[in-house]
Antibody, heavy 120, light 107 residues
């Protein structure tokens, strides 16, 4: 079935980096854009950016522009999101989500989420 | 950035009630609006796309309307399993933005 499976929880110290993976299966990897959304504890959803798995082009939210890098590996159908210079406010669950395009333009498949905890 | 404002922030209703949640965009987004349901500890689930399209598998008691700046999500007959937080999200312009959420509780 169509699914996105993310890597496990991470604990990082302030200033460190984290790299979260998102393994796609059950569909043609290069046909759908993958977005990253995060959710701090008890808070709402925040869009971080998007990668086109076909051409590897990316668009990032300005808030994260200087700290985030999204990449993909077509040989393993995996998307990566790396966030640098972590601070306590980056503690959140990070989701990858598939964008259903055409006239739909909504996130139809989500990864299970990866909790990233930033603490000294 | 386009700001998405939901109202109310929370609502309590009884089983069988009709519930409407409103989402307003700070500028026109045509019909590029989606609604998601999120239960505690769970992944968001797509309910409505393109303002009024019902996602496959979603019960027909959920419906969406609107275009431009004003949108609504309506649950026609509330069920116990509808207790959740609901988010709207615009997909017209980067950065895609979400509303702050509406927490729906069952009385």
């Amino acid at each position: 079935q169509v699914q996105l499976v993310q890597s496990g929880a991470e604990v990082k110290k302030p200033g460190a980096s984290v790299k979260v993976s998102c393994l796609a299966s059950g569909y043609t990897f290069t046909s759908y854009y993958i977005h990253w959304v995060r959710q701090a504890p008890g808070q709402g959803l925040e869009w971080m950016g998007v990668i086109n798995p076909s051409g590897s082009t990316t668009t990032y939210a300005q808030k994260f522009q200087d700290r985030v890098t999204m990449t993909r590996d077509t040989s393993t159908s995996t998307i990566y999101m790396e966030l640098n210079s972590l601070r306590s406010e980056d503690t959140a669950v990070y989701y990858c989500a598939r964008l259903l395009g055409g006239t739909t333009v909504a996130f139809d498949i989500w990864g299970q989420g990866t909790l990233v905890t930033v603490s000294s | 950035d386009i700001q998405m404002t939901q109202s109310p922030s929370s609502v309590s209703a009884s089983v069988g009630d009709r519930v409407t949640i409103t989402c307003r965009a700070s500028q026109g987004i045509s019909s590029w609006l989606a609604w998601y349901q999120q239960k505690p500890g769970k992944v968001p689930k797509l309910l409505i796309y393109a303002a009024s399209g019902l996602q496959s598998g979603v019960p027909s008691r959920f419906s969406g309307r609107g275009s431009g700046t004003d949108f609504t999500l309506t649950i026609s007959s509330l069920q116990p399993e509808d207790s959740a937080t609901y988010y709207c999200q615009q997909a017209n312009t980067f950065p895609y933005t979400f509303g702050q959420g509406t927490k729906l509780e069952i009385k």
